[in-house]
């Protein structure tokens, strides 16, 4: 079956195929994965659909519980809808990819085709949550390089517990999402150290033009000069300051700090 798509005259045929040159922005969420996706946007003929979520779950691709997370989820229909992919297409996808590479390539073939792609293109994938398929992702895709994004957990923390796009009220919970994002991706730096790029985000807001200079740089992507200025920037709100209570940040404390100083970040200093 060939997948279709609304919104475009086009034919499958007049599409180019994803290539497999991609960028894997990951980390854990509330780190500025998406600042640094509407900044890579920028980037003539480069593209990325909302958050695919294709490698975040464990379960093995086209067994009998595989597909209910991408048919089921709410949000991921949604994100679907802004990206143009009607659902008839995206189970199409589902029933002809043989393994979750062959899933992410089709899903932004498809993606390009609804948004009236017909000549070369390179795109990136933004899901923070697929740090937990990296090493899946670093096998299928031999090609593909990683942005491992950092931030201080405190203020990552104070994010989740505020319920900023994710809400985790339980502060262990939290930090475990900072503390699993590092640890996966320190394994995956060590494996492959010419792949990964760690990049804190209080680098990428204190200095844009250089932050993204270095990312496009490690992707191999061409771009424009003039792309960014010293406007982009801004300063880090630091909310952890009101939204941890003296608990909270005892467990951040307790949970992070070793991990957290191998990035230059000391919480005992910030805490006092």
Not at 27 to 33: A, F, K, L
């Amino acid at each position: 079956m060939t997948p279709r798509t609304s919104g475009t005259q086009h034919d499958a045929d007049t599409t180019p195929a994803a290539d497999d040159r991609p960028l894997f922005i990951v980390g854990c969420v509330r780190s500025g994965t998406t600042l640094t996706r509407d900044l890579l946007r920028r980037v003539p003929s480069l593209i990325c659909p909302e958050e695919t979520h294709f490698f975040r779950w464990s379960e093995p691709f086209r067994t009998p519980h595989s597909f209910a997370p991408y048919r089921h989820n709410q949000l991921l229909k949604k994100h679907r809808e802004i990206d143009g992919v009607i659902e008839e297409d995206f189970e199409a996808i589902l029933q002809t990819s043989r393994s979750k590479a062959e899933l992410q390539r089709n899903y932004i073939t498809a993606f390009a085709r609804a948004k009236g792609i017909t000549g070369p293109y390179r795109w990136f994938d933004k899901t923070p949550q697929n740090v937990y398929g990296a090493p899946l992702i670093a096998q299928q895709m031999p090609n593909a390089r990683f942005l491992n994004l950092v931030r201080n957990p405190l203020n990552v923390v104070a994010s989740l517990v505020l319920g900023r796009q994710v809400k985790i009220p339980d502060v262990h919970g939290a930090c475990n999402y900072w503390n699993e994002s590092v640890q996966i991706m320190t394994t995956m730096e060590a494996a492959y150290p010419d792949r990964i790029l760690t990049m804190r985000y209080e680098d990428l807001i204190a200095d844009v033009p250089a932050a993204m200079a270095q990312i496009l740089g490690h992707a191999h992507i061409n771009a424009p000069t003039g792309l960014y200025n010293g406007a982009d920037a801004h300063d880090e709100r630091n909310l952890w300051r009101k939204a941890l209570d003296a608990d909270a940040l005892s467990a951040v404390r307790l949970r992070c700090s070793a991990l957290a100083r191998r990035f230059g970040y000391d919480i005992e200093a910030d805490l006092g």
